[in-house]
């Protein structure tokens, strides 16, 4: 804080021997060390309010700029998925139409070929059916 050589603390030291007294002094001295120390860690505190502050606003401003990054970003997306959301839309109101049109003419029931009776019908696990019997299984002693 202040920059006092030790040959300048004697004399003052000695001063204040003098004009206080040998009796006082120790308790002069004492009530001068608190009142260091109380102004130390009154500009400390200062010092830790001035900090936060500057950290505060510094938080402050890449706040600012994070939001900004942010507002461009959903803005240039926007502008890219615009046509991709139409496009969809165009798609999907296509294909409301298409399945609330009325259905063209099928052919009718009574002149669609009964399924044949010759294939062999197939079980998705079984896999084809064989006209075949299965061989028994061998032992095999």
């Known amino acids: 804080?202040?920059?006092?050589?030790?040959?300048?603390?004697?004399?003052?030291?000695?001063?204040a021997l003098v004009v206080i007294g040998p009796e006082r002094l120790p308790?002069?001295?004492r009530t001068l060390g608190a009142m260091v120390a109380r102004l130390k860690r009154y500009v400390a505190g200062v010092?830790?309010?001035?900090?936060?502050?500057?950290d505060i606003d510094n938080l402050r401003q890449f706040e600012a700029e994070m939001k900004a990054t942010g507002r461009q970003l959903h803005s240039?997306?926007?502008?890219?998925?615009?046509?991709?959301e139409q496009d969809l839309r165009n798609s999907l109101q296509d294909a409301d139409e298409a399945l609330s049109a009325p259905?063209?003419?099928?052919?009718?029931?009574?002149?669609?070929?009964p399924p044949v009776a010759d294939q062999p019908q197939f079980d998705?696990?079984?896999?084809?059916?064989?006209?075949?019997?299965?061989?028994?299984?061998?032992?095999?002693?």
């Not at 240039?76 to 991709?84: A, F, I, K, R």
């Not at 259905?103 to 070929?113: D, G, K, L, Y």
Request: proline fraction near 11%; avoid cysteine; charge should be negative.
């Open 27 to 29: 308790k002069v001295a």
């Open 1 to 15: 804080m202040f920059d006092f050589s030790f040959g300048e603390l004697l004399v003052v030291g000695a001063v």
């Open 103 to 113: 259905a063209p003419e099928t052919a009718s029931p009574a002149t669609e070929a």
């Open 76 to 84: 240039e997306l926007s502008q890219q998925l615009d046509p991709v």
């Open 47 to 54: 010092q830790a309010d001035i900090q936060r502050e500057i």
């Open 124 to 141: 998705l696990f079984a896999g084809p059916a064989s006209p075949h019997k299965p061989r028994p299984a061998r032992d095999r002693r």
